[in-house]
Every structure is written in C-alpha cells, then in structure tokens.
C-alpha cells in the first residue's frame, strides 16, 4: 500500500521568506504527485502535479516542487511567503495502475504560518 | 466551467440517523470521489464511482454506501450515525485516469450529536 509523509505538521515562516514544505512517498513505482491547499472552511485546490516529463513542476501562486525520483521526495517551495499563503497544504498520490480509478493517498497535511 | 458543487453545507444529526449527501461534478467528468476529513484521521478516501460503478472503496464500514447517476451526480449515505461520524465529507471529480487532476467541492460538514 502506498503512503504520505509530510515532514512537519506544522510550518512558520516569515513574510518574504523562503517556504519548504517536504514530501516523502513509498512505492515500488514512483506515482503521480500532486500538492493540493486548503483554506478554512473550504475544499482542496490543486497547486501543482507531477504525472510525466520534466520533475520540476510550477503551480499556482509562485508555487513550485521538485520530484526526485532518488529520494522519493516531492518537496513544495516558494521563494517569498505572501501572508495569504498561510493554510493547510496536502501532499497526495494515486497509483500509476490503471486499475487504481483515481483514489487519492494523502500525508497528514502541514499547517503554514505567516508571520508579518 | 461551473466547479463542483455540494449540498447541503451543514448538517446536523443525532446518533442512529441517516443522512444522504449530494454531490453533482463538474460538466464532463464521469468519476466521482468522496473522502472524509477529520482532525484525528486526516483525509481518508472512502469510494469512487465511474459511470455508475464502485470502481474503488476504501477501508470504511458497511454503514457508508454511495451511488452515481447517469449524469455523474453522486450521493453518499451513512446509516445509523456514530458520533465519530463528524467530519466533512469532500467529494471530488475528475476524468477518469488516474493522473487526472480531482477538483474539490466544498464540502458537507456534518456534526453527530
């Protein structure tokens, strides 16, 4: 079975600072990626994916994350945190298997801070 | 595109009731996921249908059962409510392939008194 790990529940940063939120996957064959937020009170928006081709991939909002493949790691960044960065950000896989539809495996999620 | 929409809302219950939960997805999109979030448990998957078929289910109770309409909306149902039934219950759609991006409702927030 597959599994998550965000290393870090929870994330403070300064304004304009440097964010680094880490991804680690375990699978024999690496999955599709994808980082997804969420904000109080609302549902989960896709930032960024990774199926196939080039491993750094950018997203929304000057978001982006790199897959290494190495260190089964998907790691998000952003090189200067905005105050409404601040939310609940998701790291999740699917399988690659056809047979696996599109159930989604999340970690448990890092909480991010901005601090002004 | 209209996104994906869920009703209702909010929900409140008491424990041994049922409750039916609505999901239509976005135009176009024949998978239909539904996943359940609670501060102890994260998010936990709880099934997927595809052109009215279970395709996938995840590690829930027999109390959770869902269904699709020809028209891709779903509804979930949870019988005889337990009080760690609180949550809110996402549902997502999406083509049907696996790297397919899920869109995200909202959300119902039930509460279990």
């Known amino acids: 079975a597959q599994s998550v790990t965000q290393l870090g529940s929870h994330v403070s940063v300064s304004e304009g600072a440097l964010v680094l939120l880490r991804c680690n996957y375990s699978?024999?064959?690496?999955?599709?990626l994808f980082w997804y937020v969420q904000y109080p009170n609302q549902g989960l928006q896709l930032l960024l994916k990774?199926?196939?081709?080039?491993?750094l991939v950018k997203g929304i909002n000057g978001f982006e994350a790199e897959f290494k493949k190495s260190e089964t790691s998907f790691h998000l960044t952003k090189p200067s945190a905005h105050m409404s960065d601040a939310a609940e950000y998701f790291c999740?896989?699917?399988?690659?298997?056809?047979?696996?539809?599109?159930?989604?495996?999340f970690g448990e999620g890092t909480q991010l801070t901005v601090n002004p | 595109k209209a996104g994906v929409t869920q009703t209702p809302r909010y929900l409140i219950k008491t424990r041994g009731q049922q409750v039916t939960l609505s999901c239509s997805p976005i135009?176009?999109?024949?998978?239909v996921s539904w996943y359940q979030q609670t501060p102890g448990q994260g998010l936990q998957f709880l099934f997927e249908?595809?052109?009215?078929?279970?395709?996938n289910k995840g590690n829930f109770p027999g109390r959770f059962s869902g269904r699709q309409f020809s028209n891709s909306r779903s509804e979930m149902n949870v019988s005889t409510l337990e009080l760690g039934d609180s949550a809110l219950y996402l549902c997502?759609?999406?083509?049907?392939?696996?790297?397919?991006?899920?869109?995200f409702g909202p959300g119902t927030r039930l509460t279990v008194l």
């Open positions: 997502a759609s999406s083509y049907p392939s696996g790297g397919d991006t899920q869109y």
């Open positions: 699978s024999s064959v690496p999955p599709y």
């Open positions: 990774y199926t196939t081709g080039a491993t």
């Open positions: 999740a896989v699917t399988p690659r298997e056809e047979t696996s539809g599109s159930r989604l495996t």
């Open positions: 135009s176009g999109h024949r998978s």
């Open positions: 249908y595809f052109s009215e078929t279970q395709r």
